[in-house]
């Protein structure tokens, strides 16, 4: 998948890379550049991609389906017996993977199970939790017929983005204190609410959102009352600050999404995150290890929002100073694949300068 | 509802083991007893209760919000946030050119932090305001009470005596001069004890004691619901000396920010932090910046540093959501924090060479 890549070096050119392949993310001494794309991702994707649904028992409960981390439980497929799954269980064997991935001769002896029964339960449950496989072609003319290009309502920033945010990708805007990622954020939500009149959730952990900073935005955009009404009415904020709130919210919107609930009036298209750095980083440092772990978890929410339902993500980033290969003493790094740099080094002025340029 | 382990506020330990024993989504977790957990897992039946008790909350509040009301993820509209901005109040500085920067005044739901070089007014502005968010309603104030978390040792309460004398005198005036019923009113209960009594003072010796303090206060803050305003004064001294792990630091300060963040936007009331300032040595000169680092600059929502130019005082806006940057002067008068009054010529006898910014020599009365 594409992800976009654009850098601010100290030097003051901007320039966009993108279809940046892992070669050209490893030239940037592999500062910390996180890889969404191993193999627990397709898995996820393999068994939602639109029309291609994997064979499904009716005994599956939904939650289950496309999890092979999923525990032995009876009805989980014809065959699998709750004396069955005892009997499993008490030789160590406790989910579909250890049971697909075991040797089932050694298995049908301690326990004392027929060996037939068993490569019957594993066959079926091979069908059922197994990835999808799907052909180059299909998955580009599924690209095709659903992505979609939101423009950002500044001619420079769509230039340098390729003509816009497309949905199905997280963009990471990152910067120093002041450079002004929030005036970016609320610059796009208003003209995506206001020109292009989809439903925009902005999901605030800083405390920087400013309603009537919004109106001002949308009122340089259009004089009438009315449409500067329902341009402010079509964005949705919600405030959380701290990582388990914001998973917890992120989880609730793709659940409201699987089940197509409609939040007034039309699905969300945008998501805008300012700023994961905010909620994240409370979790590092000290001794404490699971800060990254949940920074993963953020990240594959983010990501499997974007793709499965087709959002363009834009979550804010605070980390400063990025390195390319050698510039400066990196002190911080990105948190994900980042996208639009404001470099802090550069003297004040000229970061306005710049700030300019794109705005 | 579907919730990943992951997500849920667990410890690592018992995470990885629930982990280890297939478990993956809350769902999974509550559909067994606590019994059975245990045996599972391997934890005393207690801990597997505390666990069960905490998944439990955590789905029933979620699925409290979801039955509750259509838009499930507790999300207001922009247009009903901008209602609400527009009823709130600011915390006026008396300082009118500082609260036109600042767009009417300090704003309540967010963080302001004051930046600046020893002596030049912060802990003065922290003071002023904890008095200023007293004024009652009809004199365009909040009527709201403040907390006062001192880590210096900075607060005198001679000088907020004197402040809040002049504020109380101040609004005496306007009530004289406009003659209505409710100013008389509110002046009655408005005086100088009721301004002290409403300054609930805190004293933090170290950075334990600050976090611990800042920690327990939404409970302080449920019992008295009247307060409007946390000063902060000296976040950065506890924890600026005697710190060796500096990862350690900044995860605490993150920490801090985010709890000071859902403490102003759960009570609506208003956060002001005052900094030290720090210098950065670059390759050909050193500038004044403010201490903490990068990192503790995006804590703040709004930043204000306040600087000398030539004995005169300037507060310049550096970082702000919805007003322009800009650099205004201020002065700190007997009385507190004020506008610069440009000297009357009668009195200078050079005063067509005085440069109208410099504070006179000679100690003049100054209204």
Redesign the interface.
Known sequence: MATTMLLLPPGGWLHSSRHSTAAAVGGFGGRGCHHHHGPPALRSEGACLHGVQPPVSCALPP?ARG?A???LQAGLCPGLTAEMIQLLKASGI??VV?LISSDLEEVAQKCSLSYKALVAVRRVLLAQFSAFPINGVHLYEELKSSMAILSTGNKSLDTLLDSGLYTGEVMELMG???SGK??VC?SIAASVSHSLKQNV??ID????????????LVQFRTEEEEEQ?EA????????V??I?KM???L???R??MSQQ?V??GGPVKLLVVD?V???V??????R???GL??MM?LARELKTLAREFGLATVPTG?K??LDIGGYGAL??RPVFMSAVVFS?KTNPIELVYYVGVLL | MQRDLGSLPLAPALRARLVGAGFSTAQELLEVGPCELSKEIGISNEEALETLQVIRQECDSDAARMGGDPTSLRTCTALELLEQEQAQGFVVTFCSVLDDILGGGVQLTKITEICGAPGVGKTQLCMQLAVDVQIPECFGGLAGEAVYIDTEGSFMVERVADIATACVQHCQLIAEAHQEEDHHKALETFSLESILSHIYYFRCHDYTELLAQIYLLPDFLSEHSKVRLVAVDGIAFPFRHDFEDLSLRTRLLNGLAQQLISIANDHKLAVILTNQMTTRIGQSQSTLVPALGESWGHAATIRLILHWDNNQRLATLYKSPSQKESTVPYCITPHGFRDVQPPPPSQTPEGSEMNPRKRPRIEEDKQ
Do not use: K
């Open positions: 939650w999890r981390m999923v525990m406790r989910t250890d120093a204190p002041g929030t005036q609320l959730l902005f952990s800083t405390g920087g959102f400013t309603a009537s900073r919004l109106l001002q009404v402010l009415q079509r964005i949705q904020v919600a405030h600050f701290d388990y998973l917890a919210a989880q609730e919107l659940h409201c609930v939040c007034s700023s750095s905010a909620v980083c409370p979790l590092f440092g000290g404490q290890s699971e772990a949940l978890q605070i400063v100073e002190e911080e802090s």
